[in-house]
């Protein structure tokens, strides 16, 4: 699945994803600014924080009371589109895409 990441100012980069993998594991991978994953996806830090696509709010288990109490910690006010990024594994077929937040750390 491709992983279109969108940054604050607006420019996208694409990224071919695998399957199992998170969309924060794909951009730390990748080289992808923004998403920092500093505790390497435990739900510990809120620096994988994205917007997720409206429409695609619907394709991934809902947020979890761990992330919910992270995503209160993020340096971006949380939107109701919000998640960490960490949380959202890729599947087969299934592209995603992220807003990345102005301020990430
Ligand atoms: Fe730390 Fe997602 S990488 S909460």
């Known amino acids: 699945p491709k ?3 969108t940054q604050p100012d607006g420019a996208e980069r694409v990224v071919d994803g695998k399957v ?16 920092v994953g500093q505790c390497g996806g435990v739900l510990s830090c809120a620096t994988c924080h994205v917007f997720l ?11 979890s009371e761990d992330e919910d ?12 589109n919000s998640r ?9 077929g299934t592209d995603v895409h992220v807003t990345i937040p102005p301020e990430q750390l």
Do not use: H, K, W
């Open 84 to 92: 960490l990024s960490c949380q959202l594994v890729l599947r087969e």
């Open 53 to 63: 696509a409206e429409g695609e709010l619907d394709a991934y288990p809902p947020v």
């Open 20 to 35: 199992g993998d998170s969309v924060m594991r794909t951009a730390v991978q990748n080289g992808v600014a923004g998403i």
């Open 69 to 80: 109490e992270m995503l209160d910690c993020a340096a971006t006010d949380r939107e109701p």
């Open 3 to 5: 992983v279109f990441y």
